[in-house]
């Protein structure tokens, strides 16, 4: 008796990041797309809460109650009055430590897996509440599709797209770490005098119309150059990537993974295999969005209620 679910990964193709505020966050206009890349979480009945994993990279993510999947579970858990007594298995395939939302992909999947195995009846605005509590980017891991998320990125305003944008992802060869990443964007930003971070018009258009061009022209990550400074051969994977005819380049999120966004599938075919051949990055995907949030794709056939804690 287990229930799986497929979470997507994710791609910003707006990242406009505020000045720091007091409590160390910083305001965003983030504009996510989620992509075709996948992590599949299970979660079976158990003696104890406990997080298995397997897929590429697997070994660099937490198997404790670290892991946002746990916690994930362990916050349903207490809303409910219940015990958290469940097997985590992730099965990996979404970058780790890539920019690209794994970690916060599987706090969602875990989330709405423990929510159909318990039978606990959650509404969608309770949902979206523990996942904001879990993450930023939690809660589009959960909706999917291409949404605007303000304050930390948590609140949500489901977008139009018109079309879909197909996109090959570069991973480099090491992570990066994302409060190292901010940490880097307030020194660089230092006696700078920031903007207050807003969605862009062009690009909310261009999503909208489903132009993959008009994209191109208008995609942003204010975080690219603290990226970059971090890990300066970045810099060498974005030319490769548009030396092969991507419309355009940028960092995914915090990095280190990046995002080419191209006209069609063929020209993904050929962006990706020119960035494998460049020797610049240690793997290559091509992926397509928007793509579904986090879906049940197997469940018992009947509820499963356990004791309450």
């Known amino acids: 008796m287990s229930v799986t679910v497929r979470v997507p990964a994710k791609v910003n193709v707006q990242l406009a990041v505020g000045a720091a505020r007091p409590d160390g966050f910083h305001d965003l206009a983030n ?33 404790d109650r670290t892991n946002l999947a746990a916690r994930a579970a362990e916050a349903l858990a207490a809303r409910y009055g219940r015990s958290d007594a469940v097997h985590i298995h992730i099965a990996k395939d979404i970058p780790v430590a890539g920019g690209m939302a794994g970690g916060s992909a599987d706090g969602a999947g875990a989330l709405v897996a423990c929510d159909a195995l318990w039978g606990t009846g ?51 060869d090491r992570g990066l770490s994302t409060p190292a990443v901010f940490r880097e964007f307030d020194r660089l930003a230092e006696g700078v005098d920031i903007p207050e971070p807003v969605a862009s018009q062009p690009l909310l258009d ?13 995609v942003s990550n ?40 191209v006209r069609d599938p063929e020209s993904a075919a050929k962006v990706a295999q020119a960035l494998a051949a460049s020797g610049t990055c240690r793997t290559v995907r091509t992926a397509a969005g928007p793509a579904a949030g986090a879906t049940v794709i197997d469940r018992p056939s009947h509820e499963v209620h356990g004791t309450p804690a």
Do not use: N
Not at 206 to 218: F, Q, S, T, V
Not at 226 to 235: C, K, M, N, R
Not at 243 to 261: K, Q, R, Y
């Open 31 to 63: 504009v996510f797309l989620a992509v075709g890349l996948y992590d599949e979480v299970t979660v079976t009945p158990a003696d104890e809460l406990r997080v298995t994993c397997a897929g590429p990279d697997a070994a660099q993510v937490p198997l």
């Open 122 to 172: 959650a509404s969608r605005a309770e949902l979206l509440d523990i996942c904001a509590e879990l993450g930023s980017d939690v809660p589009f891991s959960l909706v999917g599709g291409a949404a605007l998320g303000v304050g930390r990125g948590e609140k949500l305003t489901a977008l139009e797209t018109g079309g879909t944008f197909h996109w090959v992802f570069a991973m480099a």
């Open 222 to 261: 204010d975080l690219q150059p603290a990226a970059l400074s971090l890990f300066p051969e970045l810099a060498d994977t974005l030319a490769a990537g548009r030396t092969a005819g991507a419309l355009a380049a940028l960092v995914s999120g915090s990095g280190p993974t990046t995002a080419f966004l």
């Open 206 to 218: 261009a999503l909208a119309k489903g132009d993959p061009d008009a994209l191109a022209a208008a």
